[in-house]
């Protein structure tokens, strides 16, 4: 391949105790969470909005956030939470819902946008939009400064503590540490979410032809493919979730062979999947009872990337430490949601291996396994903590705590854990974990 020798001078345009980068639910917590404890902190994000998959990205809905006896992200969690309903109550809608792995919610991606921004200002947090992190620049076992790309120009930022929160473990990669990634056919395929109106949601309900867990939805598709009407197979459809008394979020289709690292790959799945939903669009009006005026209003402007590299930490949490609900002396937090490993290929065979894994993962009412902080600790670098689903864990774990309750989770350690070791003067990998879980119980988590 040719290439280009490039040098100039870039300025440090940007200096904080805490650098964020990547604004989606672990980034957020992070943020908030470091500027609580009194560093200046600073948030950056390529796109133009907070909550990354949550927001941009259109996910419908908010995955397991209770074991059935506790309530599992407290702290930021809470404060998010209990946002969101008041502003679904505020609007007459019964926006919770409980689903066959869990207790869940609709996500309603307005309201979280403003509830983000309105935590991140409340605690002082300095946002930078259209910022796309281009580069680190490294020396021995820390991190001295990040380069980005925005409308102004090159900059860079420095602080004393980083944290990568930006899905594709994307800082840690280019800072040298280690990491996995599967093949692009052996990944989990992303979907690009959707936004519908028009649904008589009262007589979709009552058809119960909802997704892969109904036989009726299962023949409607196996139809659909043999006809054309749908020209790309996928049997895992995992469906529509109310988000409002007017408005339906829609989980479905997925892009196969997609590499999350690469921009081409990135590009043609994003073709494909609006050419998909499309698709969609036509097959739910002409089968689907309810949604014979539905139309669909927004798609996401982010693709739904489910799993990208994972980073080599101290500790990788394995589905061994999930099944046994391990107990960690470092622990920062417990969560439970079922493996949820979508399938890599499109067939019904996969689709029924998926849902067997599901079933047979749930962990019993009031279990759940805990996170260390030693997950959140990349090898050789001592100023940079891991937040959201690129932690150190293995696939079967990462299919678990990749959701946003575990995003909230694992931000809201990473961020306290910055803010403290800025103010002790050590490193990350140095800091008093008691001092860290005592923050944390003082916040009700459940250690």
Same mark, same amino acid.
């Given at each position: ?15 904080? /105790? ?5 604004? $989606? ?41 209770? %074991? ?33 792995? +869990? ?64 899905? /594709? ?39 119960? !032809? ?17 006809? $054309? ?27 196969? +062979? ?5 921009? =081409? ?32 209003? %927004? ?33 920062? +937090? ?18 029924? #291996? ?21 997950? *959140?600790?990349?090898? +050789? ?14 696939? *079967? ?22 803010? =403290? ?13 008691? #001092? ?8 009700? !988590?459940?250690?």
């Amino acid at each position: 391949m040719k290439t280009v020798r490039f040098s100039t001078d870039i300025p440090v345009r940007y200096s904080a /105790d805490v650098c964020v980068i990547g604004a $989606g639910p672990a980034g957020v917590s992070a943020a908030v969470s470091a500027a609580r404890q009194g560093a200046k902190v600073l948030l950056f994000d390529a796109h133009t909005m907070p909550g990354g998959m949550s927001t941009a990205g259109r996910v419908p809905t908010l995955m397991t956030y209770s %074991d059935g006896v506790h309530f599992l992200p407290e702290g930021f969690g809470r404060d998010v939470f209990e946002r969101m309903q008041s502003m679904a109550e505020a609007l007459d809608f019964s926006w919770q819902n409980t689903t066959p792995w +869990g207790f869940g919610a609709s996500l309603n991606s307005w309201h979280v946008q403003n509830i983000y921004e309105e935590l991140l200002t409340a605690a002082g947090v300095e946002v930078l939009y259209s910022c796309r992190l281009t580069a680190a620049i490294t020396e021995d076992d820390r991190i001295r400064q990040v380069l980005f790309v925005s409308p102004g120009g090159l900059f860079a930022a420095e602080a004393g503590v980083f944290v990568d929160a930006t899905g /594709d473990g994307t800082l840690a990669a280019w800072s040298d540490v280690p990491f996995e990634l599967a093949p692009p056919d052996e990944l989990m395929p992303p979907t690009l979410c959707s936004i519908w109106t028009g649904v008589d949601w009262e007589t979709y309900h009552k058809a119960k !032809v909802f997704s892969h867990d109904t036989d009726a939805m299962l023949e409607l598709l196996d139809k659909a493919f043999e006809t $054309g009407e749908i020209t790309e197979m996928d049997y895992h459809h995992t469906g529509m979730f109310r988000l409002s008394n007017y408005l339906v979020g829609a989980n479905i289709t997925h892009a196969y +062979g997609v590499d999350p690292s690469d921009e =081409l790959s990135l590009s043609r799945a994003l073709i494909r999947n609006r050419r998909n939903v499309a698709q969609y669009e036509n097959f739910y009006r002409k089968h689907i009872k309810g949604f014979e005026k539905a139309e669909i209003i %927004d798609c996401g402007s982010l693709l739904g990337v489910r799993e990208s590299r994972r980073i080599q930490c101290d500790y990788m949490l394995t589905f061994t430490d999930y099944k046994n609900c391990q107990d960690f002396e470092d622990g920062i +937090g417990r969560y439970n949601y079922p493996a949820d490993l979508h399938p890599a290929k499109p067939d019904r065979q996969s689709l029924e #291996e998926h849902k067997k894994l599901m079933r047979t993962s749930s962990l019993p009412k009031g279990k759940s396994y805990g996170i260390p902080y030693r997950s *959140l600790l990349p090898v +050789g670098k001592d100023n940079l903590l891991m937040a959201g689903r690129c932690i150190g864990c293995d696939r *079967l774990m990462h299919s678990s705590v990749r959701t946003i309750p575990g995003c909230w989770i694992t931000g809201q350690s990473a961020g306290i854990a910055a803010a =403290l070791a800025v103010k002790n003067g050590c490193s990350c990998r140095s800091i008093d974990i008691k #001092e860290l879980q005592n923050r944390l119980q003082e916040l009700h !988590v459940l250690l």
